[in-house]
């Protein structure tokens, strides 16, 4: 315990924490109708063009209901995946764990976990708002506390968010920085800015496409108001059943997913390594120290 907070106090994890939260929010602002369209074909197994049509006949002010919990929730987990991913990782005992493949596997999963815990809820209301049979039942966020009565509704989907969360975060701190040292050595901040929205978007994309049939299954599950308690496993069979068996149906909106993982985690990596450069730098330790 000594050496944990050791580590967190000398390591100034603040920056991490603050500039996952903005790079979130920067993200969500950008890419929420890409995201409402992917949801539509997830949840309804549409083609692009029906889904579009779809959410286009609904009108603008339909278009970004639903967006102040993914705003919440993408912002704070986020900050969550950097700056616990920077605590667990610096906190770790060195004596025990000392090989940094080692560290960065705990490290990512711990902080998995950790954001699956807060953002169940908050993509639970989401996927319950974007949902079209319930725009007439469950008139806002706040709403969502008539209909959604206990913690076990709140946090159907966990296992899929789980295995999510802890899979992305893995390879995404494991191949960050083999990723960004392949690439050109940058001359300038606009080069810098380029390498690492490149960074982000190449993880982003492949682990995005990797694990979509998961966050199918998941959106699958959130879409009802029920005391079900089918099981992950349950729901994939139940979900394959409904699409006749055929895997193909699966990736149902993963073209459009892939090309918003490339824009959402460009954005995300990109911000995300400009704010640490701003906080870091010593005009501004300067005024907080």
Request: hydrophobic letters at 40%; glycine letters at 6%; charged letters at 15%.
């Amino acid at each position: 315990m000594a050496s944990w907070r050791q580590s967190a106090n000398t390591c100034h994890l603040w920056p991490s924490y603050t500039s996952g939260l903005i790079a979130g929010m920067v993200n969500v602002a950008s890419t929420f109708p890409i995201n409402k369209v992917i949801f539509r074909q997830q949840i309804n197994g549409l083609r692009f063009y029906d889904a579009v049509k779809q959410v286009h006949k609904e009108g603008l002010l339909m278009l970004y209901r639903g967006m102040a919990l993914p705003l919440c929730q993408k912002s704070v987990q986020v900050g969550l995946m950097y700056g616990l991913f920077e605590t667990f990782y610096k906190g770790l005992p060195t004596g025990i764990i000392a090989d940094h493949t080692c560290r960065t596997i705990v490290a990512a999963t711990l902080t998995g976990i950790s954001e699956a815990f807060v953002a169940t809820p908050f993509e639970r209301g989401q996927s319950l708002l974007q949902t079209p049979a319930f725009h007439g039942k469950i008139k806002n966020t706040l709403d969502l506390r008539h209909h959604l009565t206990s913690v076990r509704q709140w946090y159907r989907g966990l296992g899929a968010i789980l295995l999510r969360n802890c899979s992305t975060n893995c390879l995404f701190f494991l191949f960050r920085t083999p990723l960004r040292n392949a690439l050109p050595s940058p001359q300038s901040r606009k080069g810098q800015f380029a390498v690492d929205f490149t960074c982000g978007a190449c993880l982003g994309g492949a682990n995005s496409t990797l694990i979509y049939p998961v966050n199918v299954v998941k959106s699958y599950q959130q879409k009802q108001i029920s005391s079900s308690r089918e099981s992950f496993f349950s729901s994939c069979k139940t979900v394959l059943k409904e699409r006749n068996y055929k895997v193909r149906k699966l990736y149902y909106g993963v073209q459009l997913n892939f090309t918003r993982a490339l824009i959402s985690w460009g954005i995300i990596n990109a911000t995300y390594e400009t704010c640490m450069t701003v906080f870091n730098s010593q005009t501004i330790r300067k005024h907080l120290y």
